[in-house]
């Protein structure tokens, strides 16, 4: 079952080629289900909407819900190059599969070797004293990567899509106004969220490439007098369009009109990679998920919430069992930090990923993304083709959206990639599919690493009829790294 699901592509072969693998066969980019979009707007046609999610890595997440068939002769091996980020499922699935493929959680990055170690494990007694001792230290060492003196972690087996429900309901009544923005498909998902907890959203807007829309929040902000805003929730990077939104003129915003409303973010996939400032910005409740950039397995959801989301949990009507803040509270006043069986295999990589974070150097690790993002950028300019991100103030350091010619069908580009060179490429999602395809640039990747990626795109975008001149970005890129990449401290 494991060859299987680390080897067998989710999408079909070619039309020429036979599979055995028992992958559907389907060539259809637009295949996906479109039920949130008709949910939050009924009026609207999303016939031809992309699909929700993009092309997967060889590590297939489906878990239990596939059956593996019977041969296993078109296994092959996961693919090496990066980039590692948006490896999420395309909708070429059966039709059961549609529900669960709706809240799938956001795609995994490389794994580390020593992560990969510390996990090799056999299991042991979550009740033993080893096991709340190493939780102990987990649950102040994660606060410094939210950079957060008061604010109190939990570390839940789940993936973003819980710590977002996480998030809600402890901290809010059904009923309860909530801003929220709406700018790519992840905020999609998010706001489809809430409404079905039952929320009163106010969803603002913005076209897809565009970050959030602060002069429609300031103006919210300015006509609640009776303050019914009880939250603002915003995805902090937006992975389906490579936009970064600016958390601090957010705060500066609620502040300016002395609002109360709780700010609620996503970090999924800007945590320990893009610079994010808990306390300094006022974040009430943040979370990320272990396989961004902790470069872990998918699996475990980490929400930190703030004093002040704390008190609020403690009049919130929303209806919470396996997500209960209280519960790990009282366990962590008893000592035991668990109020169910944790995944101790997780545990142990959590503690590999933050040593490894900290040996690099917080600071350093965003340094790095940081570097990487621009050197993507340049080598996206040096091939003639724009970045779906609009202004240079949202851009992402964490994943660059690529905008095709008209002629070019994007998903033609992910699975070329795919089926030739072992190269995973993101997908466009929704109202971006068939136009972009999305490198990712997040946790457990270095320079020449990326700079093997560019080559790759590169040879693809021939492939596919685009007249890049072969090395362009590569050298774009490169010319760049070999001016900013530091000297490894410890080799000096």
Not at 456 to 480: F, H, I, Q, T, W
Request: aromatic letters at 8%; glycine letters at 6%.
């Amino acid at each position: 079952m494991r060859e299987w699901l680390a080897g067998c592509p989710l999408s079909p072969p070619p039309a020429d080629e036979s599979s055995s693998c028992g992958c559907p066969p389907s060539d259809d980019p637009n295949h996906s289900s479109i039920l949130t979009q008709r949910r939050l707007y009924p009026s609207k046609d999303f016939s031809a909407a992309g699909s929700l999610l993009s092309a997967t890595s060889g590590r297939s997440r489906l878990g239990t819900q596939l059956t593996p068939p019977r041969s296993v002769a078109c296994v092959a091996p996961p693919p090496i190059l990066c980039p590692p980020f948006i490896y999420k499922a395309r909708l070429f699935l059966w039709p059961h599969l549609l529900l669960q493929i709706r809240r799938w959680p956001k795609g995994p990055v490389n794994i580390p070797e020593p992560v990969i170690r510390a996990m090799n494990r056999n299991n042991e007694d979550y009740r033993s004293p080893a096991v709340p001792a190493l939780t102990r230290t987990l649950v102040e060492d994660v606060k410094k990567i939210f950079k957060t003196t008061s604010g109190t972690p939990f570390l839940i087996p789940t993936t973003g899509t819980g710590a977002w429900e996480s998030a809600l309901t402890n901290t809010l009544s059904p009923g309860d106004k909530i801003v929220s923005f709406l700018i790519g498909q992840f905020s999609l998902l998010w706001i489809d969220q809430q409404q079905r907890l039952k929320f009163n959203v106010d969803v603002i807007e913005s076209e897809w490439g565009r970050g959030a829309d602060l002069d429609a929040l300031a103006s919210k902000l300015a006509a609640d007098w009776s303050h019914s805003i009880k939250a603002v929730c915003i995805v902090h990077n937006e992975t389906a369009t490579g936009v970064t939104n600016n958390l601090a003129t957010v705060r500066k915003l609620l502040d300016e009109h002395n609002h109360p409303a709780l700010l609620l973010v996503d970090g999924v996939s800007s945590i320990c990679a893009i610079d994010f400032r808990m306390d300094e910005w006022g974040v009430d409740v943040a979370l990320t998920g272990s396989q961004k950039a902790l470069s872990m397995p998918t699996g475990m959801g980490i929400v930190c919430a703030s004093p002040k989301a704390l008190e609020a949990a403690k009049s919130a009507k929303s209806v919470r069992v396996f997500f209960d803040w209280n519960d790990y509270l009282k366990f962590y006043k008893m000592g035991t930090f668990w109020p169910y069986t944790p995944s101790i295999q997780l545990l142990y990589g959590l503690r590999a990923a933050l040593d490894l974070l900290f040996e690099e150097g917080l600071d350093n690790v965003i340094a790095r993304h940081s570097r990487l993002g621009k050197a993507t950028r340049l080598a996206v300019e040096a091939w003639g083709l724009k970045n779906c991100t609009q202004k240079e103030e949202w851009f992402s350091d964490t994943v660059t959206a690529v905008i095709v010619p008209p002629h070019i069908n994007s998903s033609d580009v992910v699975k070329r990639a795919w089926t030739r060179y072992n190269l995973s490429l993101g997908l466009g999602l929704n109202k971006v599919a068939g136009k972009v395809f999305r490198i990712g640039h997040l946790g457990n990747l270095n320079d020449l690493q990326l700079l093997g990626c560019l080559s790759g795109v590169e040879m693809v975008l021939r492939d596919v009829g685009y007249p890049v001149k072969l090395g362009s970005g590569v050298a774009a890129a490169a010319a760049y790294l070999q001016n900013t990449i530091p000297m490894i401290s410890s080799r000096i």
